[in-house]
Protein backbone atom coordinates (compact mmCIF):
# COMPACT_ATOMS: atom_id res chain seq x y z
CA UNK A 1 0.00 0.00 0.00
CA UNK A 2 1.36 3.68 -0.98
CA UNK A 3 1.54 6.20 1.50
CA UNK A 4 -2.00 7.93 0.91
CA UNK A 5 -3.46 4.35 1.07
CA UNK A 6 -2.31 4.02 4.44
CA UNK A 7 -3.29 7.64 5.90
CA UNK A 8 -6.87 7.15 4.97
CA UNK A 9 -7.12 3.79 6.86
CA UNK A 10 -5.76 5.72 9.92
CA UNK A 11 -8.50 8.15 9.19
CA UNK A 12 -10.80 5.96 9.07
CA UNK A 13 -9.70 4.14 12.01
CA UNK A 14 -9.66 7.59 13.90
CA UNK A 15 -13.11 8.88 12.60
CA UNK A 16 -14.86 5.53 13.05
CA UNK A 17 -12.76 5.69 17.06
CA UNK A 18 -14.37 9.06 17.39
CA UNK A 19 -17.77 8.22 17.16
CA UNK A 20 -17.84 4.66 19.03
CA UNK A 21 -16.52 7.16 21.97
CA UNK A 22 -18.92 9.76 21.51
CA UNK A 23 -21.89 7.47 21.58
CA UNK A 24 -21.09 5.47 24.38
CA UNK A 25 -20.52 8.87 26.28
CA UNK A 26 -24.02 10.46 24.47
CA UNK A 27 -25.79 7.27 25.97
CA UNK A 28 -23.23 6.92 28.87
CA UNK A 29 -24.09 10.37 31.11
CA UNK A 30 -22.49 9.47 34.07
CA UNK A 31 -19.00 9.80 31.76
CA UNK A 32 -18.43 13.28 33.03
CA UNK A 33 -16.02 14.47 30.37
CA UNK A 34 -15.44 17.29 27.70
CA UNK A 35 -16.19 16.27 24.18
CA UNK A 36 -12.76 17.32 23.25
CA UNK A 37 -11.23 14.12 25.79
CA UNK A 38 -13.73 12.25 24.63
CA UNK A 39 -13.05 12.64 20.96
CA UNK A 40 -9.19 12.06 21.78
CA UNK A 41 -9.69 9.10 23.94
CA UNK A 42 -11.98 7.67 21.11
CA UNK A 43 -9.27 8.38 18.28
CA UNK A 44 -6.51 6.43 20.47
CA UNK A 45 -8.47 4.00 20.87
CA UNK A 46 -9.37 3.52 17.57
CA UNK A 47 -5.64 3.29 15.99
CA UNK A 48 -4.26 1.49 19.08
CA UNK A 49 -7.10 -1.37 18.50
CA UNK A 50 -5.94 -1.51 15.08
CA UNK A 51 -2.29 -1.77 15.45
CA UNK A 52 -1.80 -3.38 18.63
CA UNK A 53 -2.95 -7.18 17.25
CA UNK A 54 -0.24 -6.57 14.19
CA UNK A 55 2.27 -5.84 16.84
CA UNK A 56 1.41 -8.98 19.36
CA UNK A 57 1.15 -12.68 17.64
CA UNK A 58 -1.99 -14.27 18.63
CA UNK A 59 -4.15 -11.35 19.68
CA UNK A 60 -5.06 -10.77 15.78
CA UNK A 61 -7.63 -14.17 15.95
CA UNK A 62 -9.90 -12.12 18.45
CA UNK A 63 -9.81 -9.02 16.30
CA UNK A 64 -10.44 -10.55 12.77
CA UNK A 65 -7.04 -10.99 10.97
CA UNK A 66 -5.90 -6.95 11.13
CA UNK A 67 -1.95 -8.25 11.23
CA UNK A 68 -2.41 -9.50 7.72
CA UNK A 69 -3.74 -5.74 6.37
CA UNK A 70 -0.94 -4.80 8.46
CA UNK A 71 1.74 -6.92 6.65
CA UNK A 72 0.21 -6.54 3.41
CA UNK A 73 0.12 -3.01 3.66
CA UNK A 74 4.08 -2.76 5.11
CA UNK A 75 5.22 -5.36 2.62
CA UNK A 76 3.61 -3.33 -0.53
CA UNK A 77 1.20 -5.70 -1.52
CA UNK A 78 -2.43 -5.94 -1.21
CA UNK A 79 -4.50 -2.54 -1.82
CA UNK A 80 -7.20 -0.62 -0.54
CA UNK A 81 -10.47 -2.50 -1.23
CA UNK A 82 -13.81 -1.59 0.57
CA UNK A 83 -13.36 -4.95 2.80
CA UNK A 84 -10.17 -3.22 4.12
CA UNK A 85 -12.30 -0.17 4.72
CA UNK A 86 -14.84 -1.71 6.49
CA UNK A 87 -13.01 -3.64 8.81
CA UNK A 88 -10.81 -0.98 10.05
CA UNK A 89 -13.54 1.07 10.46
CA UNK A 90 -15.65 -1.57 12.39
CA UNK A 91 -11.72 -1.79 14.34
CA UNK A 92 -11.53 1.96 15.08
CA UNK A 93 -15.69 1.78 16.33
CA UNK A 94 -14.50 -0.66 19.21
CA UNK A 95 -11.62 0.83 19.91
CA UNK A 96 -13.14 4.22 20.53
CA UNK A 97 -15.96 2.17 22.39
CA UNK A 98 -13.16 -0.32 24.44
CA UNK A 99 -11.54 3.08 25.46
CA UNK A 100 -14.37 4.94 26.99
CA UNK A 101 -15.71 2.51 28.55
CA UNK A 102 -12.20 1.76 29.94
CA UNK A 103 -11.33 5.68 30.72
CA UNK A 104 -14.68 6.25 32.53
CA UNK A 105 -14.52 3.04 34.61
CA UNK A 106 -10.79 3.83 35.51
CA UNK A 107 -12.13 6.90 37.07
CA UNK A 108 -15.57 5.59 38.88
CA UNK A 109 -13.37 3.09 40.78
CA UNK A 110 -11.14 6.04 41.25
CA UNK A 111 -13.57 8.08 42.78
CA UNK A 112 -14.73 8.31 46.34
CA UNK A 113 -18.23 6.60 46.88
CA UNK A 114 -21.13 8.44 48.34
Given amino acids: ?6 ATLLVVEIICGTAGAMAVARLWREIDLGWRSIAVIGMLGGVVLTLLPAQIPGVGRFVG ?6 DAASRGTGGLTPTVL ?21 RRAGSPRR
Fill in 86 to 106: VGAGVAGLLGGVISISLVAFL
Fill in 1 to 6: MSGPEI
Fill in 65 to 70: HVENVI
